[in-house]
């Protein structure tokens, strides 16, 4: 029966309207993540099973778990589905595949064509015109992505019950954790956003306080997932079991949904979440290998006790166009785009280039520049392509002589003082760690987006000023440094 759920599935996929996939945050599971969702499930004491499927689709999930669960378990005493699927359209295949299960097995099933957060909320919140929903020993997830408005239905509804988030699939797992008995377990495949920034930190905090982490698996390729459905945002899958005792976590890693190449390691949770990070950061290591700066006990500074500070270019083209020109001419300022940094090398002015190589300097742009100096920047966007997230490159006062001011477009972070350059070892030594492959590895293990924020640069730990302007001159001396080397330099600061 999965194989047929699994061609009902591409059919849809090409078939269901764009517009109505994009309203309702619609994508169907893949049947070998499906089946490898259903085999994170464990053993309970509960002699009842009873699953939430919230987001139910065509039944892919429920299937899975019932060929997995009913098959190995069939003491239970009782076993219920509930699927909760708003969509109408989808019903008739839906109930084609949960009945080919409830004939296979001694389960019953019920299918709830209504909002999953109204009826969940209304549940929790003890309205008394509407029947309760039970406890559940299991939830299965593949929620829906779209943000939830401040003014809508979903977000007066969930704020009813302390749940604040903005995006659906947030919203989904926290409903049905709170739905959950005590040590139910929940499996999700979700988007990898919710491991940092501050739009996510409620929800961090939500899951944290009411579960433990006992899974997380990590795709390699951003595409894979769902690329019938050419999504191209960072998925996980992570299990959580409510009031869990908090131990090591699991950790897999595979490069698509065949799960052909899967590795698995054990990391202490302290890995996942530091106990003094106060914005709660998910860390999802790649490799069961040290992270730098376990090794290095020298890379434990933040940027403001270093006394560096990032911004984000002040340079918003589109709102400036008047004042954007071709050419660098007289009464004209150099405008830095990522466009002009390549192979670690300054292209400036770029003769070709499509977009401005200089902006005017008059009393309304001057706000927005900077003096001519020593600076890092790191670009804000990678490509889908490019293996690295964080890209710096150092800025020289040498390679614009003649101007003493200088443009940075919204695309490009600048590590800079107070508005001025730094330091030039201080410069060099910054971007030299930057640009270590470990470095990157570790963005990566709290970051699944392409965008390099100042925020994401501030919470990443650094070596001290000392360490990085004694690397920084070595490089000025010698030149480019291998991994080796780096670690030498930083680690003759170690205390």
């Not at 001519?372 to 804000?380: A, L």
């Amino acid at each position: 029966m999965l194989s047929t759920i699994e061609k009902t599935r591409l059919k849809l996929s090409k078939s269901i309207d764009p517009q109505k996939k994009s309203k309702l945050g619609q994508f169907f599971t893949p049947i070998n993540i499906a089946k490898f969702m259903a085999n994170l499930f464990t053993r309970i004491t509960h002699t009842n099973c009873h699953l939430l499927d919230a987001g139910a689709g065509i039944g892919t999930l429920s299937f899975a778990f019932g060929e997995k669960w009913f098959k190995n378990n069939i003491d239970s005493k009782h076993s219920i589905i509930d699927a909760f699927e708003i969509d109408k359209s989808l019903l008739p295949d839906l109930s084609k595949a949960l009945e080919t299960l409830k004939k296979q097995y001694n389960i019953e099933i019920f299918i709830k064509n209504t909002d999953f957060i109204v009826t969940a909320v209304d549940s929790l919140y003890g309205n008394l015109f509407v029947k309760p929903l039970p406890k559940y020993t299991h939830a299965i997830l593949n929620p829906p992505y779209k943000k939830i408005r401040n003014n809508s239905k979903h977000r007066k509804y969930l704020k009813k019950i302390g749940i604040e988030t903005v995006n659906l699939y947030s919203a989904f797992v926290a409903l049905s954790l709170d739905l959950l008995e005590n040590k139910g377990q929940l499996v999700a495949i979700i988007p990898r956003s919710f491991c940092n920034g501050p739009y996510y930190l409620k929800f961090r905090k939500y899951i944290i306080s009411k579960a433990a982490i006992k899974h997380i698996h990590l795709f390699n390729s951003r595409n894979k997932a769902f690329k019938e459905d050419q999504v191209l945002q960072e998925n996980v899958i992570i299990k959580l079991e409510r009031g869990g005792n908090q131990k090591d976590v699991r950790i897999t890693t595979s490069n698509d949904d065949t799960f052909e190449n899967l590795q698995e390691f054990t990391v202490p949770f302290k890995d996942i979440v530091s106990s003094n990070d106060l914005q709660y950061f998910i860390h999802i290591p790649i490799s069961s290998q040290n992270n730098y700066n376990q090794i290095l006990k020298s890379i434990r500074y933040s940027l403001n006790e270093i006394g560096i500070m990032v911004s984000t270019g002040p340079v918003v083209d589109f709102r400036v166009k008047e004042y954007l020109c071709k050419n660098y001419e007289v009464g004209t300022v150099p405008l830095l785009y990522p466009g002009h940094f390549n192979d670690q090398k300054i292209h400036w002015p770029k003769i070709g280039f499509k977009k401005p190589n200089a902006i005017l300097f008059n009393e309304k742009t001057n706000k927005w520049l900077y003096p001519n100096g020593f600076y890092c920047v790191v670009r804000r966007f990678s490509s889908k392509e490019e293996k690295r997230r964080i890209s710096a490159h150092i800025v020289k006062p040498e390679s614009f002589p003649d101007t003493e001011l200088l443009g940075f477009e919204n695309h490009l972070n600048i590590f800079h003082n107070s508005k001025k350059g730094l330091a030039k070892s201080l410069a060099y030594g910054l971007t030299t760690f930057l640009n270590m492959a470990d470095v990157d590895e570790n963005f990566r293990r709290f970051s699944g987006h392409t965008q390099v924020n100042a925020t994401d640069l501030r919470s990443i730990k650094y070596p001290s000023r000392k360490a990085l302007m004694s690397l920084g001159k070595w490089v000025i001396r010698h030149g480019k440094p291998d991994k080796e080397t780096i670690y030498k330099q930083l680690k003759s600061h170690d205390k």
